[in-house]
């Protein structure tokens, strides 16, 4: 990984910048902005602000600088978030200054019509004539929560995480934010990219593949205009990270009457469908599946293949986990004659030895969270491991209410077990050379699964999404291995 | 390859269906045998030397929808009919009719379909699908970007639904997926060195009850057609 290479990319100021200039911040709260600087200020970036402001002496409480040619020092980055007609010109005085990075929060460009068309590139010579790079017009910025640093309206009050994403949507950038923490996730990197006037989707990929701190890439497409070269750089990024897309507009509509069969069965969606399979790309089908998807490949070794064993002590959801296997593509294979050995112990005679392995109950109900999932994972007819978890605060209470304790300690001790167990689980979670992730029709609001989120164990809201995640591990394995075959 | 030109410059907005064949021959995919015949004793010699029976279609840049004019005929048993048939078109086409395409029969089960198209933001696009008269219905295809080479092709071929169409069938063995491979990259690269082609079809490519694959008929469109 060259630090070199990351550093010179043009993207690596955009997301790392040292001192920053922001102009169309004021004291005005309602200005988009006067957000976005409030949102930078939050997450507590460390590095020089200086708003740029023609009338106002201090900017929410930082000093003000009248005109760009003011400042102080030369920034690393400048974001633009003024009334469309002021861009190019503040872009040119950017550049003047000295400033070779930027981004344009500002719309009115390429997105609306003949004259926006025609203003998107004279912003374009503009910052060319000058050798600064930018994301946008029409985007809503960059967040690289690791640098502290969150250039979007919306604020960041996450931690930092292991996920990449580059979107055609600046919603599934900022509005992500609190729906990730959901599942103890975060964005390593995120970039809006507007209408990649200048830098576009293909860059944040490749500037994602570099970074450090993302594991997994994700992407929101809506359309990609550099098409071969987004193949090509995706080939090249695949080997060493996953990269899962959603892509919306995919329906029908975008299919036209052609003159050849061909003409007429081509549509968008079917073209988009071979591209991301040439590019190893893993498509999602929903926005939950993106960020799901991303989750476990973030948190999941490589499986040798696809067979998955599931784990229950309930019949029911068992039984919906192996038919969303089933209909996942993923293999339920029988459990290996070494294993049903070797489980009877803790077993009892009406638990099913089959796949899904039911416990119904287990002697000593911890063997449930520590021993069986152990011999599960241990089977060599099994690629992958699912287990359904519950294990309610209140039925553990009951549990050391009957041996004895005051209902106080009671409260204490339900809470402990609850940590100590999810930490061991989560620990051996992530020390298995096998992916094991849970499933649930509970999610945060039980503390074992909030704790086990925490602890980046992924645990999935249900058995569909668990299985579909689960795919998606074996199809990156897949399709990296196709691409591996394909170059020697 | 001058069969584009030649039809560029003639303001032709597609090719002929021999034309097509000739094209998609010169890249390596498999066509029916064929050959051009002006005369009836030229076309009873083809069709002895291509064996027999035979299709007989008529030929000629102005024809078009051919079987509405009585243009095709399939299975023709034997070279004083393959004469008659052609003394019949004649008289019925009149100047229209330039010759006549002398092709063997290809007969099979299973029926793929082949194509190209330009895709904004990504060039030239190589489908296959399940083929034949149903092919829309059955509405079963995958795409890639080309170029690309033989191994992606296969890959291609894997994401079709009826992907078992490939293995062995009714006792017939599994497709020569080889060959299969090479025509999907091959129909890329004519798209990669022809930007005049706007659409390529070919519907249907035949699997042959000893797995071979066989384009049975072709269409190109040339920019500015369709």
């Known amino acids: 990984m060259g630090m070199d290479k990351l550093a010179a990319h043009p993207l690596y100021k955009i997301a790392n910048p040292d001192s920053i200039t922001i102009l169309g911040a004021s004291n005005k709260y309602t200005a988009m902005g006067t957000s976005i600087l409030s949102v930078i200020r939050e997450l507590g970036y460390e590095g020089a602000i200086y708003p740029v402001h023609p009338k106002e002496e201090t900017v929410q409480g930082l000093p003000a600088y009248k005109a760009v040619e003011d400042l102080p020092a030369v920034p690393d980055l400048a974001i633009i978030v003024l009334p469309t007609r002021l861009v190019v010109d503040a ?54 929560p690791h640098h502290k640093f969150n250039a979007t309206f919306l604020a960041y009050r996450q931690k930092p995480g292991s996920i990449g994403m580059a979107s055609q949507s600046g919603s599934f950038i900022t509005q992500m934010f609190d729906y990730l923490d959901l599942f103890g996730l975060g964005f390593s990197t995120g970039f809006s990219v507007g209408n990649e ?46 990269i899962v897309a959603y892509y919306a507009g995919g329906t029908e509509a975008g299919r036209k009457a052609g003159f050849s069969h061909t003409g007429s069965m081509a549509g968008p969606d079917r073209v988009y469908d071979g591209v991301f399979r040439q590019g190893g790309i893993i498509r999602a089908h929903s926005i939950e599946e993106l960020y799901d998807f ?42 290996s004659d070494k294993t049903r050995g070797r489980l009877a112990e803790y077993l009892p005679h009406t638990a099913s030895m089959n796949n899904p392995v039911d416990l119904t109950f287990t ?61 061991k689980i989560a620990a051996f979670m992530h020390e298995c050379p096998k992916p094991f992730v849970g499933f649930s029709y509970s999610a945060g609001e039980n503390r074992f699964i909030r704790r086990l989120h925490e602890a980046g164990m992924p645990v999935l809201p249900s058995p569909n999404r668990a299985a579909r995640a689960l795919w998606s591990l074996a199809e990156y394995r897949r399709l990296k291995k196709k691409i591996a075959d394909q170059a020697s | ?58 030929y000629g840049a102005a024809l078009l929808h051919k079987t509405e004019v009585g243009a095709v005929h399939l299975g023709v048993p034997d070279a004083k009919s393959v004469a008659a048939v052609y003394e019949g078109m004649a008289k019925r086409i009149g100047s ?34 399940v083929g034949g008269v149903l092919t829309e219905l059955i509405d079963d295809t995958a795409f890639r970007v080309a170029p690309f080479d033989d191994s992606e092709a296969a890959d291609m071929a894997m994401d079709l639904r009826a992907k078992a169409i490939f293995g062995a069938f009714r006792g017939e063995p599994a497709v020569d997926m080889g060959a299969l491979s090479k025509s999907l990259s091959a129909i890329g690269k004519i798209g990669m060195n022809h930007p005049e082609i706007s659409e390529i079809d070919v519907n249907p490519v035949i699997i042959t009850p000893k797995g071979a694959i066989v384009a049975v008929d072709a269409l190109v469109v040339l920019k500015g057609g369709g």
């Open chain 1, 363 to 423: 002697r000593n109900p911890l063997d449930y969270l520590d021993v069986i999932p152990k011999l599960l994972l241990e089977d060599d007819q099994a690629d992958m491991l699912m287990m359904y978890m519950l294990t309610p605060a209140a039925q553990v209470r009951r549990a050391i209410e009957s041996m004895g304790a005051e209902p106080e300690e009671a409260e204490r001790e339900t809470l402990n077990f609850i940590d100590r167990q999810s930490a």
């Open chain 1, 294 to 335: 991303c989750w476990c490949l973030s948190a999941c070794p490589e499986p040798v293949g696809n067979r998955v064993l599931i784990q229950t002590h309930s019949g029911g959801p068992g039984a919906v986990a192996a038919d969303a296997c089933d209909r996942a593509g993923l293999v339920l294979p029988p459990l």
């Open chain 1, 91 to 144: 872009m040119d005085a950017l550049g003047r200054k000295g400033v070779r990075h930027a981004i344009v929060v500002s719309g009115g460009f390429g997105e609306s019509g003949e004259d926006g068309i025609l203003l998107q590139r004279r912003l374009k010579e503009t910052a060319a004539a000058h050798s600064i790079r930018f994301i946008g017009p029409n985007c809503i910025g960059a967040v690289n």
């Open chain 1, 197 to 242: 006037a200048d830098t576009d989707i293909v860059e944040c990929m490749e500037y994602l593949a570099e970074c450090p701190n993302t594991r997994v890439i994700g992407l929101y497409i809506e359309s990609v205009r550099r098409g071969a070269r987004f193949i090509e750089a995706a080939r090249q990024i695949v080997p060493k990270k996953p």
């Open chain 2, 96 to 129: 229209g009719l330039e010759g006549v395409v002398i092709s063997e029969m290809i007969s099979g089960r299973r029926e793929l379909v082949m194509g190209l198209h330009r895709e904004p933001g990504f060039g030239p696009c190589v489908m296959i699908g």
């Open chain 2, 1 to 58: 390859m001058e069969i584009v030109e030649n039809a560029l410059s003639a303001g032709r907005s597609t090719l002929t269906e021999y034309e097509a064949k000739r094209l998609l021959s010169g890249y390596g995919v498999p066509v029916t045998k064929e050959r051009l015949a002006a005369s009836p004793q030229e076309a009873a010699e083809a069709a002895d030397a291509i064996g027999f029976p035979v299709a007989v279609k008529g």
